[in-house]
């Protein structure tokens, strides 16, 4: 049967039987949310990926580094700025996870959000961390340097769909005892619908690249060898009225 397929055909088979082959990716969760957080912040970073029957191990990297935990939670008790990083996970039937940045400041304010990148029409929510959980009043959040939003005590600031005008640098400020504390800048960025598809449209993965240039060659090969034999039928026989004579030969 394999010896009847075309090679294209046969290409293809591959390909599909490789891909049905390749396990799914793990997938780093952080709880709560956010990629930002203060020391002393707790923090767990959740595993999320397939088991075999007999063995729920996971596997966690930090920066590149194999770090002791094999339960599918690794806990940040007292986040320290060290903890800041990369981190990576895997489990028994899943392929290594996409890296998960976190990142440990030190400071009075932060300014977290859920995402940094986000859809026009996605929701955008953005929170005025203090240290230690420490009371703020007075808060007030910031676009490009103007007041967007204002609260008596502290409350996240909730944008139900985003707008690509809504793109821009935020900070929060508040009143901590008696001193008015503001958080670094950080940009949030909204972008179009279809623009993430269009890039990747642009840019296709690797393995699609290499597999469409192969498909290319065979189908260059073929098509030279039909030609080939055409022309060497052409040269050994004479078509007259719909009749094949055999030459004799030189």
Known sequence: MWQLLPP?????????DTQAADPSKAVVLLDPPWNRVLRNDH?????QGDYPVED??????????????????????DAKVEDSGKYECQTGLSALSDPVKLEVRVDWLLLQATKWVVNVGE????????????????????????????????SD????EAKLEHSGSYFCRGIIGTKNESSESVQIIVQGLGTSQTISSFFPPWHQITFCLVMGLVFA???????????????????????VTWSKGP
């Open 8 to 16: 294209a055909a046969l290409l293809l088979l591959v390909s599909a």
């Open 43 to 47: 923090v767990t970073l959740k595993c």
């Open 56 to 77: 729920n191990s996971t596997k966690w990297w930090h920066n590149g580094t194999r770090i002791s935990s094999q339960t599918s939670s690794y806990i940040i008790a």
């Open 123 to 154: 929701p955008i929510q953005l929170k005025c961390h203090s240290w230690k959980k420490t009371p703020v009043v007075k808060v007030q959040y910031f676009q490009n340097g103007r007041g967007k939003k204002y609260f008596h005590r502290n």
């Open 157 to 160: 600031f909730y944008i139900p």
């Open 221 to 243: 090969v073929d098509t030279w060898l039909y030609f080939s034999v055409q022309r060497h039928l052409q040269n050994s026989e004479e078509w007259r009225n719909g009749k």
